[in-house]
Nanobody, 121 residues
Framework: QVQLVESGGGLVQPGGSLRLSCAASGSIFSINAMGWYRQPPGKQRELVAVVTSVGSTNYADSVKGRFTISRDNAKNTVVLQMDSLKPEDTAVYYC???????????????WGQGTQVTVSS
């Protein structure tokens, strides 16, 4: 089994900051990529940011320059630093991991349970 556990969501005023953390645990051989998706109210889940095992990053255009993703490969953790938050960033944020459980097993996608981020005055 593989688990991804998120922490750090909450309520923040526009212009404020939040830091989301996610730790992967369980039967893990390797992690190709880790990242964050979000699902705003009434909308589909969308990519926020992702980081590969070699440190390459990709961000949604809407968060570039405001959000920063980082990863600790040794600890199997990923952090999303969110600055200059806007009301449109309000969503449930999901941690994502593209994980191989064994050397001879396929890579699969795993998800955390989600954490609510609300940006409101």
């Amino acid at each position: 089994q593989v688990q991804l556990v998120e922490s750090g969501g909450g309520l923040v005023q526009p212009g404020g900051s939040l830091r989301l953390s996610c730790a992967a645990s369980g039967s893990i051989f390797s992690i190709n990529a880790m990242g964050w998706y979000r699902q705003p109210p009434g909308k589909q889940r969308e990519l926020v940011a992702v980081v590969t095992s070699v440190g390459s990053t990709n961000y949604a255009d809407s968060v570039k320059g405001r959000f920063t993703i980082s990863r600790d490969n040794a600890k199997n953790t990923v952090v999303l630093q969110m600055d200059s938050l806007k009301p449109e960033d309000t969503a449930v944020y999901y941690c994502y991991g593209r994980i191989r459980r064994g050397w001879n097993l396929a890579v699969n996608n795993y998800w955390g349970q989600g954490t609510q981020v609300t940006v409101s005055s």
